[in-house]
């Protein structure tokens, strides 16, 4: 039982590009939350899932985009990168509890 | 979401017990108390929750007042790698859409 995994670990992009962040549970949670952590601050939410096929927006959606295919993954994608998109997201699974779980982290730095 | 305050820093020495203090006093008869924890670098981590009554498992007990207005997230005996942001969260469980609200925290630091 892996729990939530993320990839890749580290990346820098230029200003402009674009790339996707990957998100894996085996649990079969159907809660599922994209965040992200600017230094020294809290989380805040980009997008969330409540099950395959069903997505929407969180509190800082604008830049990014999700899809939810499956339960076990849900996909981050960054389009047109910004230096305000440096950050560190973490991707998280819900269980019946309400006990998230979060994955490693992709540290991300756009220059 | 109760608003909920944490001391910002405590020492404890290693294999002593560290007792984490938290205060809400606003809290709804139907929301609970969760305890993440964030090691530098790392994705939080679940700790423990509970509503009205104490509650343990292997990794920390949560003591909650009668009156529910604060805790106490008791971990036995804190090693160097317990070290790290706790946070106490307060929170209905419903997951619509709510994301966790992640204050301050309160840095625990062990020593040798």
């Known amino acids: 039982n892996a729990g939530v995994t993320q990839t890749p670990k580290f990346r820098i992009l230029k200003i402009g590009q674009s790339m996707t962040l990957q998100c894996a549970q085996d649990?079969?949670?159907?809660?599922m939350y994209w965040y992200r952590q600017d230094p020294g601050m809290g989380l805040k939410l980009i997008y969330y899932?409540?099950?395959?096929?069903?997505?929407d927006k969180g509190e800082v959606p604008n830049g990014y985009n999700v899809s939810r295919s499956t339960t076990e993954d849900f996909p981050l994608r960054l389009e047109l990168a910004a230096p305000s998109q440096t950050s560190v997201y973490f991707c998280?699974?819900?269980?019946?509890?309400?006990?998230?779980?979060f994955g490693p982290g992709t540290r991300l730095t756009v220059l | 979401d109760a608003k909920t305050t944490q001391p910002p820093s405590m020492d404890c020495a290693e294999g002593r017990a560290a007792n984490l203090p938290c205060n809400h006093s606003?809290?709804?008869?139907?929301?609970?108390v969760y305890w993440y924890r964030q090691i530098h670098s790392q994705g939080p981590q679940y700790i423990i929750h509970?509503?009205?009554n104490n509650e343990t498992n292997e990794m920390a007990s949560l003591i909650i007042t009668e009156d529910r207005k604060s805790s106490t997230l008791i971990l036995p005996h804190a090693t160097l790698r317990d070290t790290a942001v706790y946070y106490c969260?307060?929170?209905?469980?419903?997951?619509?859409?709510?994301?966790?609200?992640f204050g301050e925290g309160t840095q625990l630091t062990v020593n040798p």
């Open positions: 509970g509503l009205k």
């Open positions: 899932s409540v099950g395959a096929g069903i997505t």
């Open positions: 649990m079969n949670h159907n809660y």
């Open positions: 998280a699974s819900v269980d019946s509890t309400d006990t998230q779980y």
């Open positions: 606003t809290i709804s008869g139907n929301e609970y």
């Open positions: 969260i307060v929170r209905v469980t419903e997951t619509s859409g709510s994301r966790l609200t």
